[in-house]
C-alpha cells in the first residue's frame, strides 16, 4: 500500500469524529459552542425597546434590561407557545427563532435601561 492510502484510512474515522462533533456542538476544533450573537440581539431589540425602555417599577411593563438570561430565554419561550397570556408579547416572541431568543437574552442581560431622553 502507498502512503498515501495508508494516511487516508487512518485519517478517515478522526474526520467522522470531526463531523459528529460539529452537528453536535457546532465547533468541529474546539467542541465549544459559541456564545449567544450580541449584535444581533442588539439589532432585534430595537422592536423590544418601543415598549419595554419606558418601562418602571410602577407600569404593567417590565423592565427587562438587565434580566438574567435564563430568566429572558424562558419568559419568551413561554409566550411564543401561548403559555404565558399575553397577545402582544405572543404575537412578537411567535416570530423568534431560539438562536435569536438567545441573542436578546445575552443582549439584555448585558445593558442597562436607556436614560429619558438619550437614544
Known amino acids: 500500500m502507498t502512503d498515501r492510502i495508508v494516511w487516508r484510512r487512518r485519517l478517515r474515522p478522526l474526520s467522522r469524529v ?9 465547533d468541529p476544533v474546539t467542541g465549544v459552542l459559541g456564545a449567544p450573537d450580541l449584535e444581533l440581539g442588539r439589532y432585534l431589540a430595537s422592536e423590544c425597546m418601543t415598549c419595554h425602555r419606558s418601562a418602571t417599577a410602577a407600569s404593567t411593563i417590565p423592565n427587562i434590561f438587565g434580566m438574567a438570561e435564563p430568566s429572558f430565554t424562558t419568559l419568551i419561550k413561554a409566550y411564543r407557545d401561548k403559555q ?3 397577545p402582544v408579547m405572543q404575537n412578537i416572541a411567535s416570530r ?4 435569536e431568543i438567545e441573542a436578546l437574552a445575552h443582549y439584555f442581560a448585558q445593558t442597562k435601561r436607556p436614560e429619558e431622553g438619550r437614544p
Open 18 to 26: 470531526a463531523l459528529i462533533v460539529a452537528a453536535v456542538t457546532g
Open 84 to 86: 404565558l397570556p399575553n
Open 96 to 99: 423568534l427563532k431560539d438562536d
